[in-house]
């Protein structure tokens, strides 16, 4: 009896394996050895309006429940700046979130992955204890993103700033073009290297341990008049050409995955609905191969005010060759908006395919569809010593000494280790959320050195000098203080407060206070060394001749420690501007090349010093 009753339970289960094993026909485009146009094909020829205007479709993570993710074959998620899963999230955590929306994008009809994007812009600045890079530099910043599940990183920006009064300067390598062309270098490090045998155009990310890389704003996005962020860039074809196109000619060689249309109008037309230069230019003449993707909210931006006629914006939008829609939030107004006007013929249903077929493509690139889930193996990575060692490297090599010694003859860099008593000031001394600048943990940034882990400018000071130095400080001490003290030497930490985007744009470019009054108290009492933390050059030149040395030392990111190393010569300073140093805001815009061109400090302009010998 007992007997049986197994035989027939085997025998059930044998029929129902049976059924399972008929009915799993066999998908070609699940298959890792058919050739990608083949998996292309055979998915979008399975794939229904729906299912096609859903891969379109980027949306929040606050709005990506499992529901939402089924109901609509949402194709991409992403973390907009300070999105996070929970304050000071683990890697651990990160990957949870992110896998838990991936399989709710797996158990749809068609099991296609989703891709999850994130501005990791330098370093993977939205999660705490990640390694911060200094703005602009993003070396071995995919490892870190891969480390919390994330496959796509809204990055790098190679905008070329004309402007240093735009907010976003400091996500533009240079105001020359040459210098941003070479710094698009960073997509390999982002993506992998490319194979010898790649198409130019082609999209290609290397493994599991890269990401896919993002080139914007396209196009024109650091040309903006008066630095106005989002606003109009007022230049004939041959500046648009000549000064803010010859990166993107270098990122799609280079394979990059994606393009982020730029906010921005180019001479009174916005970016995102100019079809010449996204499908015409970019698609057309430069023969990119992978998706282009609008920014928060872009396409609503295309009319004024925003928003003011959604049809509008998505047609315009979507006929100028936008594929990747980031909407953010009310996903259900673009799709059913962009699904009428496939239905009214408006926008043709070749778009659509053009569209879903490049983020396909991008996708299975990725391996996407044979690993969407991520693991644990690479949770270590994140905030490794090893990362932070490469950044205190950056932040070594990117300072710029900009004066050293009234006279030639007398440097006062490198700074003696061993001195009876030195003061440390300034309000950007011992504060690591300066130091990091915008796009650190919140989009805007903050204060403080509870936001992530790391090492403030004093802190590392205090690490490298003699431990028979006595080290004093204070944030903004007065000049009786200053003199009555005796100090061998002071360190001036002084600079620009976070921000980000258009909250950043400035018409005074000034140090926030009390920075002036902290230089001239302590500079006029003691020699001292000014560093400048900001994302730009400011106004300098009335303290100028009252500073001893002044380094400029850009956002430096988590490792303050890289900030010592050069300050007390355990190795040289190295950097150059890459940027023109103003005298006085009315010059601006003045770049190097300028007829009219009386800089404070040129364009590649940085003094050296010799590392120190030890014994
Ligand atoms: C540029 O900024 C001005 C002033 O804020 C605004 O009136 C104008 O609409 C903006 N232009 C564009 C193209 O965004
Ligand atoms: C909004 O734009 C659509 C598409 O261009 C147009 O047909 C419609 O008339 C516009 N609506 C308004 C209220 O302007
Ligand atoms: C989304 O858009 C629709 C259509 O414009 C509107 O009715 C709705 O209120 C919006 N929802 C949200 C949450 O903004
Ligand atoms: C930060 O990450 C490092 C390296 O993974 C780890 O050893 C350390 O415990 C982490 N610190 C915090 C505060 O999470
Ligand atoms: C400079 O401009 C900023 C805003 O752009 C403002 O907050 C600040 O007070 C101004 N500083 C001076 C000294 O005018």
Known sequence: MRRYSISMKVFVLFCCLWAVIVEAEYLKYKDPKQPMVTRIKDLMKRMTLEEKIGQMTQIERKVASVDVMKQYFIGSVLSGGGSVPAPKASAEDWINMVNDIQMAALSTRLGIPMI???????????VYNATIFPHNIGLATALEVRATGIPYAFAPCIAVCRDPRWGRCYESYS???????????????????LPANSRKGVPFVGGKSNVAACAKHFVGDGGTVRGIDENNTVINSNGLYGIHM?????????????????????????????????????????????????????????????????TYSVQAGVSAGIDMVMVPTNYTEFIDTLTQLVKDSVIPMSRIDDAVKRILRVKFTMGLFENPLADLSLVNQLGSQEHRELAREAVRKSLVLLKNGKSASQPLLPLPKKAPKILVAGSHADNLGYQCGGWTIEWQGAAGNDLTVGTTILSAIKKTVDPSTQVVSQQNPDANFVKSNEFDYAVVVVGEVPYAE??????????????????????????????????????????????DALVAAWLPGSEGQGVADV??????????????????????????????????????SGLTTQPVKMN
């Open 175 to 193: 105001e020359d073009h040459k210098i941003v062309r070479t710094m698009t270098e960073i997509i390999h490090g982002l993506q992998g290297d």
């Open 246 to 310: 010859p990166a993107y000619y270098d990122s799609i060689i280079k394979g990059v995955s994606t393009v982020m249309v730029s906010y921005s109008s180019w001479n009174g037309e916005k970016m995102h609905a100019n079809r010449d230069l996204v499908t015409g230019f970019l698609k057309g003449k430069l023969n990119f191969r992978g998706f282009v993707i609008s920014d928060w909210q872009g396409i609503d931006r295309i009319t004024s005010p925003p928003h003011a006629n959604y």
């Open 567 to 604: 300050l007390f010569g355990d190795y040289g300073f190295t950097g150059k501007l890459a940027r023109t140093w103003f005298k006085s805001v009315d010059q601006l815009p003045m770049n190097v090349g300028d007829r009219h061109y009386d800089p404070l400090f040129p364009f590649g």
């Open 502 to 547: 258009m909250f950043g744009d400035s018409t005074n470019l000034t140090i926030t206070d009390p920075g002036p009054s902290t230089i001239n108290n302590v500079c006029g009492a003691v020699k001292c060394v000014v560093v400048v933390v900001s994302g730009r050059p400011v106004v300098l030149e009335p303290y100028v001749d009252k500073i």
């Open 116 to 126: 999850y994007g994130i501005d990791a812009v330098h370093g993977h600045n939205n």
